[in-house]
């Protein structure tokens, strides 16, 4: 008998930890995405067009950390809305 | 090249969500003054493999050491092939929008001299800026987590207080 329930809380596990990888792996994927954007979001709102230097200016760097900040922002504003959404019906 | 998973910030261009907390390399300092963040904690370190993937992907280390060591390599496979495929989608992106920006006459079949200048100028102040953003996407992960924690402690004490 001991050895049945131990089969069946392994195999339990092993389920749980498939469902945990496969949301840690959704979770990754959602963070690239979120990363990639950004990137790519603030440089086209902040970078000089120009390409006269490789270096970022001073303004241009103060630009994309505030960029990034509200970006952040956003994300959480349109996750908190999203969820309450869910919630709401 | 080979891409090396133990170093998890192995090509310069991957930066933020594998990076996790904070990246210390010397380089970033270097191309631009470090704001030292409002969360800095005693336990800044230079970020490793398994860091990485529970900054990105919401695991906390104490569930990656329950894991088996059979598990913590499929995550790590897992990791790494997003890793890769991330790292040529960027290069494929930046290559478009250096073009797009900088090449505008086809009189003649190779770049001129301003064309290439500015391409290599477009592709460097794109890799700085996104080691920038990658450095604040940290900050701003690493904050954020301080907070959720500090709810849930708050949350427990609550329960705990009835």
Not at chain 1, 20 to 46: G, I, P, W
Not at chain 1, 58 to 86: F, H, P
């Amino acid at each position: 008998k001991r050895r049945r329930t131990s089969r069946r809380w392994t195999t339990m596990d092993a389920e749980k930890k498939k469902q945990a990888l496969q949301m840690a792996s959704q979770e990754m994927e959602y963070r690239v995405d979120l990363f990639n954007r950004m990137v790519v979001t603030c440089f086209d709102k902040c970078a000089d067009r120009k390409f006269k230097e490789g270096d970022l200016s001073v303004g241009e760097n103060s630009c994309v950390d505030r960029c990034t900040a509200k970006y952040w922002q956003v994300t959480s504003i349109v996750g908190q809305m999203l969820g309450g959404a869910g919630q709401g019906q | 090249h080979h891409l090396s998973f133990h170093s998890s910030c192995f090509l310069s261009i991957l930066h933020g969500p594998w990076c996790g907390v904070r990246p210390t390399r010397a380089s970033h300092t270097k191309v631009f003054s470090v704001n030292k963040p409002k969360s800095s904690a005693s336990n800044v370190h230079y970020v490793g493999a398994p860091d990485a993937m529970s900054a990105s992907s919401g695991l906390t280390p104490s569930d990656l050491d329950a894991m088996g060591e059979e598990d913590k390599r499929e995550m790590m496979e897992m990791v790494e092939t997003m890793q890769t495929r991330d790292s040529l989608r960027m290069y494929n992106g930046l290559v478009e929008r250096c073009f797009r920006e900088c090449v505008d006459n086809f009189r003649r079949k190779t770049l001129d001299a301003n064309e290439e200048k500015c391409v290599s100028k477009c592709t460097e102040k794109f890799l700085k800026h996104s080691a920038r953003v990658s450095m604040r996407f940290a900050e701003l992960n690493a904050s954020m987590e301080q907070q959720q924690m500090a709810q849930m402690q708050q949350m427990q004490g609550q329960q705990q207080g009835k």
